[in-house]
């Protein structure tokens, strides 16, 4: 199965989009996590991308596209992945489909929809620990606060996470990222639109049905 998952940020895209992979048996690509890991790793890459992180505005294509490009090339995504955070304009969703071609098209797109007090809160609450695994101080508490259940790192919060970066990244989204609903409705392609406030198990389960993945 091929899936992308679109929604302005902290839709709960991530939260989602790992329990969708889980379940579909393919991996989970998600281009922040990948951007993320290059800034920390201080590659030339980590290093451009950085201070446009920093600032809530999408790195170049030339260098999401390549990275994302090398990914799915891997074996572990030949028969399928869930993509997350990419495409996030026209240009990378014709270059993703260009790389797909014919025989690998996409399935289905989910679209997480949330309204913006909602986003400000829960993005505002998130706390991330540096192999991304993600929590919310109420929400999705860690068992000990302050600590990654799984890898007992400390959490912290995300450089873009603070409310003029937040703000920016949903205008962004606005302008950039929310035209690929009306670009892949018009390429055919399924979109299951999802509810996305609610319980993150009974949220999982409708978009499992959505997909009969449940
Ligand atoms: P990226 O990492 O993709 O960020 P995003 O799209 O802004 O999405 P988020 O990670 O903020 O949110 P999410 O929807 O995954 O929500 P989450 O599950 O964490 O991109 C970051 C930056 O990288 C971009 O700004 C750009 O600079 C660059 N970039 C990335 N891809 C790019 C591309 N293709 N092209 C160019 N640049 C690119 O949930 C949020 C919080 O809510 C969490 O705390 C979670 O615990 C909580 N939560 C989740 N679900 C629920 C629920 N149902 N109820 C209550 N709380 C919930």
Redesign the pocket.
Known sequence: MRLLFL?P????????AIRIADRAGTPHI????M?REAVAAETELGLE?KH??AR????PDEI?IGMLVDRIAHEDAVAGFVL?????NVS?AEALSHELGDDRELDAAVL?VVDDDEIVR??S???TCPNQH???VE??PPQVAGRCDIDGADLFQRE?DREEVVRN?LE?YREQTEPLVAFYRAHGLPIHEID?????DD?ELSIASALELA
């Open positions: 929604g940020p902290g839709a709960g895209k991530g939260t989602q998600a281009t922040g996590n951007l991308a446009i992180m809530g505005e999408l790195v999401v997350d955070g990419f495409p996030r990378q997480i829960r993005i609450g998130r706390r993600v929590y919310h929400d999705q873009d990244r962004v996305g406030v609610g319980d993150i949220i």
